[in-house]
């Protein structure tokens, strides 16, 4: 079994700064990339920024300069620290894993989602 549990999320104002972690715990072999999805009312499911086991990172243009992702490899958590928030950036927030539990089986894990408010 593997779990992601996230936390971190909440209300903050435009402007403010709000930092999301998830950490994945179970039988886990390695983890390959790890990131961050958001859902918002009526959107799609899109992904905000992901980064690699060696810490290369990718990010969605409207959160380039504003939101870092980062992960601790020693204790299996991803981190994604929001800057600059913005009222457009209120989802759902997803943290995402692809776990190798052995040497022949990977698969993608989720977590549960934390809501994040930015008001204006």
């Known amino acids: 079994q593997v779990q992601l549990v996230e936390s971190g999320g909440g209300l903050v104002q435009a402007g403010g700064s709000l930092r999301l972690s998830c950490a994945a715990s179970?039988?886990?072999?390695?983890?390959?990339?790890m990131g961050w999805y958001r859902q918002a009312p009526g959107k799609q499911r899109e992904l905000v920024a992901r980064?690699?086991?060696?810490?290369?990172?990718d990010d969605v243009d409207s959160v380039k300069g504003r939101f870092t992702i980062s992960r601790d490899n020693a204790s299996n958590t991803v981190y994604l620290q929001m800057n600059s928030l913005k009222p457009e950036d209120t989802a759902v927030y997803y943290c995402?894993?692809?776990?190798?539990?052995?040497?022949?089986?990977?698969?993608?894990?989720w977590g549960q989602g934390t809501q994040v408010t930015v008001s204006s």
């Open positions: 995402h894993a692809n776990i190798r539990i052995s040497l022949a089986f990977a698969a993608n894990y």
């Open positions: 179970g039988t886990i072999f390695s983890i390959n990339t």
């Open positions: 980064i690699t086991t060696e810490g290369s990172t």
